[in-house]
């Protein structure tokens, strides 16, 4: 009888830990269990800008889905490129200033969230 018991004793445990690790965290509770969670992992969506010797490429990571416009501006303020890229999940976009104008340019990436620049100078 004592075995008998112990059995269900462990057994009644054994089953109350597994239900309460496969409900998770409380801060989890009555959320998703799929997709990325951004309070779980940090998330830079900020474009990043790589420049090769006369070359700029340029590559944004965008989870929103919503139009980015991307913009060339010259010294003066006039514009000297514009694209915009519609529901992309990532834009790429690569510059090429070896025949370009000696000049300061400066790329502006517009998304929902954001304004971004970089500067090119062509010397």
Do not use: W
């Not at 309460?20 to 990043?48: H, S």
């Not at 006369?54 to 490129?81: A, C, H, P, T, W």
């Amino acid at each position: 009888m004592k075995r008998v018991l112990k059995f269900t004793v462990a057994l009644a445990l054994l089953f109350a830990s597994t239900s309460l690790l496969a409900n998770g965290p409380a801060k989890t509770f009555g959320k998703k269990g799929f997709g990325v969670e951004k309070e779980l992992i940090d998330i830079n969506l900020d474009p990043v800008f790589l420049k090769k010797g006369d070359k700029l490429l340029m590559n944004l990571l965008n989870l929103d889905q919503d139009n980015v416009i991307v913009k060339i501006y010259d010294s003066e303020g006039r514009i000297v490129f514009k694209e915009t890229f519609e529901g992309k999940l990532v834009v790429e976009k690569a510059f090429n200033f070896e025949k370009a104008f000696e000049d300061e340019y400066t790329i502006v990436v517009i998304d929902s969230n954001k304004t971004y620049k970089e500067k090119v100078t062509v010397k």
